[in-house]
């Protein structure tokens, strides 16, 4: 199908989730997951369409060294730094119409606040926050305002999956 289509730019996220088990897959499966993955191989090596193929993966020590080997490039994605994390906080407060300027944020101390964060536990962070504004206006009958306040006391509440997954 892939090479029916090309030229094509393939992506497969999470691969270690699609091939994994490959050790183990004599015991658990027969055999299935490693012939999947021998046939992906087989046909990545010998494949000449004009197909470029990438993949993302969270724990590459999952994925057998024969399919780690084949790709031309391997890149690591650190965590965002401050002003990565400050962008990506500017980001999604605009997309909920509102602009953190106007608000008075200061996006620095928020970004330092969250540094083990990932770009998408900074959304849940805006998301959280934004549930904290319109909770205090309900229950105070105020008219909801997102602040510094319900940032700090979200990013007191959260722990992010690099603390807990160390």
Not at 49 to 64: D, E, K, R, S, V
Not at 67 to 73: A, E, G, K, T
Not at 105 to 123: N, P, W, Y
Request: proline share 5%; net charge negative; hydrophobic share 40%.
């Amino acid at each position: 199908i892939i090479e029916s289509v090309s030229p094509c730019v393939v992506m497969i996220d999470e691969i270690e989730k699609q091939f994994a088990g490959a050790q183990s897959s004599t015991f658990s499966d027969a055999g299935t997951t490693a012939r999947v993955i021998g046939s992906f191989l087989t046909w990545y090596e010998d494949c000449t369409a004009p197909i470029f193929i990438f993949a993302t993966c969270n724990n590459i020590q999952f994925l057998p060294p024969e399919l780690i080997s084949r790709f031309d490039d391997k890149f690591f994605v650190p965590l965002p730094s401050t002003s990565d994390r400050m962008s990506i906080y500017d980001i999604h407060i605009k997309k909920t119409g509102r602009d953190p300027e106007q608000l008075g944020l200061d996006l620095h101390e928020i970004a330092v606040k969250s540094a083990f964060f990932t770009g998408r536990e900074i959304m849940q962070v805006v998301k959280s926050a934004l549930v904290e504004m319109w909770y205090e206006a309900k229950n105070s009958n105020i008219e909801p305002v997102l602040t510094q306040e319900h940032f700090l006391k979200v990013l007191d509440s959260k722990v992010p999956m690099q603390k807990t997954m160390q």
